[in-house]
Each structure stands twice: as C-alpha cells, then as structure tokens.
Nanobody, 113 residues
Framework: VQLVESGGGLVQPGGSLRLSCTAS????????MRWYRQAPGKERELVAHISSAGGITNYADSVKGRFTISRDNAKNTVYLQMNSLKPEDTAVYYCNTLPPRDWGQGTQVTVSS
C-alpha cells in the first residue's frame, strides 16, 4: 500500500509542470486527497485539497490562481497542474489521503533560471 508521486523536474520561472499521484493497494476515489510541499529547512505545508468526487477544491493562498488540483478516479490518479512557477515553489511535493497514510518519496520540483 503506497502513494507514488511523479512529474517533478527542473523548470524555469514562469514555466509549468504537472505532477501525478498514483496509489497501489487501495482505491483513491474513496478519499479526499491533498498535495503538500516541503522546501529545504521548512515544514511541510498544505498546497491543495480535493474532495473524493472532485467537486470541492481548496488552495493555499500562495498558489491560488496558478495551481490546479484534479483527479481521475478511473485511473486512480490525482494531479497537480502548476503554472506560472516561481523560485519559491521549489520543494519536494507529496500527495496524501485525508486522513493521511504513510508518506511516499515525493517528487522534486526546482524552479530556477
């Protein structure tokens, strides 16, 4: 039973990335899902939240208008579309259920010119 994040990488400021979160061993559609991030030397912070059917989403003020959380329950996958990326978005990004399970490895996002 695990969560696997992917899609991170190095991108220039203003660029875009789409992160994916897949689950093995359990069904994501039964859960509200969240994306978090942790920058070096900082605590993990909540970035975005989506209800089990996808009808309700919420975002941290720092990413509102730039990031979009979505899900495809048929594919057992949750996404985070990140646009207009800024250097301060650099972090390891994690997904998790609500309530949370064991954390995955995360995916590194680096925004730099």
């Amino acid at each position: 039973v695990q969560l696997v994040e992917s899609g991170g990488g190095l991108v220039q400021p203003g660029g875009s990335l789409r992160l994916s979160c897949t689950a093995s061993g359990f069904i994501l559609r039964n859960y509200y899902m969240r994306w978090y991030r942790q920058a070096p030397g900082k605590e993990r912070e909540l970035v975005a939240h989506i209800s089990s059917a996808g009808g309700i989403t919420n975002y941290a003020d720092s990413v509102k208008g730039r990031f979009t959380i979505s899900r495809d329950n048929a594919k057992n996958t949750v996404y985070l579309q990140m646009n207009s990326l800024k250097p301060e978005d650099t972090a390891v990004y994690y997904c998790n259920t609500l309530p949370p399970r064991d954390w995955g490895q995360g995916t590194q996002v680096t925004v730099s010119s």
